[in-house]
C-alpha cells in the first residue's frame, strides 16, 4: 500500500457530497447530511511524473452546465451578468465551464427535445470569467455542424479557447495546452451523450466521443507531443438526475487516471454526484448545473458545484468545492454555510 501523504480534500459549505479515497478507490453514496469533512487525506500513487523545478503552483477552477438560451440568456440579453456575484469563486489560474449551447446567429435546429441557442453578444461575458469553455456535450451540435463551427469561429475570433471539440475529429481531439506558472496544463473533452451524430467526423465539425482507448491515446499524446505537465479530462457522461455514477463510470474514470490523467471532472446528470480520490487524483462525478433555468417538474432548488483544484509545484492536488444554488432566473449564488 502507498504511503498515505497528501492529496487534500477541503469542503466549503458542503451539502450532499459523497467523499472517498484510498489506493484502491472507493466510493460512498451521497449523504444528505450537511457534515463537515474539512479534510481528508488519501493515498499518493507511486511515481507521478511531476514538472520541473521552475514550475509553481496552478489553481483551476471548474463550473458545470452554463446555458445562456431561455431565461439566462434572455436576462443576458438585458445586461445581467449571472457571474459577477461569484467572481472572487470563479478568479483561478484557468477556469472552465462546460458550455451547454450553441453560441451562434445561424445552423439549422435539429430535432430533438431541448436545443439551446445563445447569442453570440455573451462572448464577452464569458470571456470576462472563464479562460476556456468545454463544448464536448450533447448542445453543442443543437443547431448542426455549421452552428458550431459558426461558434468555433466566434470563439476564435474573441480569443476564448475551447476544448472537446473542433471543425473536425483531428481538432475535437486534439488537447488545450495553457501555460500557467512555467507548466503545461491540457485539457481534454469528451461527450457520450446522445444523439451520436454529434460526434466530430474527419470533415465534419462536433465534439469528441467517448471511448476509452481514444482518450488514453489523447492523454498519451498530450504528455508526449504536447509536452503537458498536468493532463485535465472533463466528461459529459452519466445518468440524469441521478445521485451517484454508475458502476461502469467509476471504472473507466480510475482507467483513464491510470493512463495518465490528472484529474476527471463529470457532468451532464443536471444534479451533483460524488467526489473520489484515485491514486491520489481527484474524480468529479458530476459538477451539476451552474447557469441554467427552471423547467415543469424540477425540483425546488438546483444545486451545482464550483470545484477548485490547487496544484502546488510538487505533490498531489488540493481540491475545493464549493455549492452553489441556482435561482429560477437560472443564476447561481454561493450557499450559505449553515451555522
Ligand atoms: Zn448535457
Redesign the pocket.
Known amino acids: 500500500m502507498p504511503k498515505l501523504s497528501g492529496a487534500a480534500i477541503a469542503f466549503a459549505a458542503l451539502a450532499a457530497v459523497g467523499v472517498a479515497g484510498g489506493p484502491n478507490g472507493g466510493q460512498q453514496p451521497p449523504s444528505s447530511t450537511p457534515a463537515a469533512q474539512p479534510r481528508v487525506v488519501a493515498a499518493r500513487p507511486p511515481a507521478p511524473a511531476l514538472p520541473g523545478p521552475a514550475a509553481g503552483k496552478v489553481s483551476m477552477v471548474f463550473v458545470g ?1 452554463v446555458m445562456l438560451d431561455d431565461n439566462p440568456g434572455h436576462a443576458v440579453c438585458h445586461g445581467e451578468d449571472p457571474f459577477a456575484g461569484l467572481a472572487g469563486a470563479l478568479g483561478a489560474d484557468v477556469t472552465v465551464c462546460n458550455l ?1 449551447c450553441v453560441v451562434a446567429r445561424h445552423g439549422t435546429q435539429v430535432l430533438k427535445p431541448y436545443t439551446f441557442k445563445a447569442r453570440p453578444s455573451c462572448i464577452p461575458l464569458l470571456k470576462r470569467y472563464f479562460s476556456a469553455v468545454c463544448v464536448a ?3 453543442s451540435g443543437d443547431f448542426g455542424p455549421d452552428g458550431l463551427a459558426e461558434e468555433l469561429g466566434l470563439l476564435k475570433q474573441a480569443a476564448l479557447p475551447y476544448f472537446g471539440g473542433g471543425h473536425d475529429k483531428a481538432e475535437a481531439h486534439r488537447p488545450l495546452i495553457l501555460e500557467r506558472s512555467g507548466r503545461r496544463i491540457a485539457l481534454l473533452g469528451y461527450n457520450d ?1 446522445p444523439p451520436r451524430q454529434f460526434e466530430a467526423g474527419p470533415h465534419r465539425a462536433g465534439c469528441a466521443w467517448l471511448r476509452e482507448a481514444d482518450v488514453a491515446a489523447d492523454i498519451r499524446a498530450a504528455r508526449t507531443a504536447g509536452h503537458a505537465d498536468l493532463v485535465i479530462v472533463m466528461l ?1 457522461w452519466g445518468v440524469e438526475l441521478q445521485s451517484a455514477p454508475e458502476s461502469w463510470q467509476r471504472t473507466l474514470a480510475r482507467r483513464l487516471i491510470d493512463a495518465g490523467a490528472d484529474a476527471i471532472i463529470g ?2 446528470p443536471h444534479v451533483v454526484q460524488t467526489v473520489e480520490v484515485y491514486k491520489g487524483r481527484p474524480i468529479i462525478y458530476s459538477l451539476g448545473n451552474f447557469v441554467f433555468d427552471y423547467f415543469p417538474g424540477d425540483p425546488l432548488v438546483w444545486e451545482g458545484w464550483i470545484v477548485r483544484l490547487t496544484f502546488p509545484s510538487s505533490g498531489p492536488a488540493d481540491l475545493e468545492v464549493l455549492v452553489v444554488e441556482i435561482d429560477r432566473t437560472g443564476f447561481p449564488h454561493l450557499k450559505k454555510s449553515k451555522p
Do not use: I, L
Request: no cysteine; hydrophobic share 10%.
Open positions: 452546465d451547454e456535450n450533447n448542445h451523450f459529459h457532468g451532464h
